[in-house]
């Protein structure tokens, strides 16, 4: 089944823990993406990575960290340092800049501090 | 500054009626528009691009570049076409994504 796998679908923390968020993907896209969706703000551009070993901070890239090590991998760490960390993080695929444009997204995971 | 508008958080038409979800843009370059959308309990996905001048499901929607719009419209409503939407941006020789901060669409019965 080609996709995007994101996991946990929930995941729970205490306060001044770091965590990872997985984001898989098997349609051999270059590009992907970590946005987070809060209520009444949208989507907004956390990190993306057009290419291995290669990531640009997005919108809000404060407290969170990224890497891509491997073409279908993009693993989303959220630190201790991001102020207001609960929320729903979705990560995104795109073939890249000779492609048609559209956005694959995964199911999300649900990040609750407590 | 790029920048995606959608000013109405909730829209609620009967069925039958018609909707227009509106979207404007600020982008100095050349841009490429999308609507995304989220049903409920369902991954977000392309619902159609400018580009490609394509009617999915009943939806189209038109680039205005004067009046900097992307409205979607349908003339007549279903209930299954209740769900969130989202209007997007990008611009060619670019990887970066803006997206507006969504509609929910309700259709009444």
């Known amino acids: 089944d080609g996709g995007i796998t994101q996991s946990p679908k929930y995941l729970f923390r205490k306060e001044g823990q770091n965590v990872t968020l997985s984001c898989e993907q098997n349609l051999n896209h270059d590009a992907m993406y970590w946005y987070r969706q809060d209520p009444g703000q949208g989507l907004r551009l956390i990190y993306y990575s057009q290419i291995v070993n290669d990531f640009q901070k997005g919108d809000i890239a404060e407290g969170y960290s990224v890497s891509r090590e491997k073409k279908e991998s993009f693993p989303l760490t959220v630190t201790s340092a991001q102020k207001n960390p609960t929320a729903f993080y979705l990560c995104a695929s795109s073939a890249g800049l000779l492609s048609t444009g559209e956005l694959f997204f995964g199911e999300g995971s649900r990040l609750t501090v407590l | 500054a790029q920048r995606v508008t959608q000013p109405e958080k909730l829209l609620s038409v009967f069925k039958g009626a018609p909707v227009e979800l509106k979207c404007n843009y600020s982008y100095s370059g050349s841009p490429e528009l999308f609507w995304y959308v989220q049903y409920s309990r369902q991954r977000l996905q392309l619902l159609l691009r400018?580009?490609s001048r394509e009617s999915i499901k009943g939806f189209t929607a038109d680039l205005n570049k004067g009046e900097t719009s992307f409205h979607l419209k349908k003339p007549f409503a279903q209930e299954e076409d209740s769900a969130m939407y989202y209007c997007a941006l990008t611009s060619s020789g670019t990887y970066k994504y803006i997206f507006g901060t969504g509609t929910r669409l309700k259709v009444l019965a």
């Open positions: 400018h580009i």
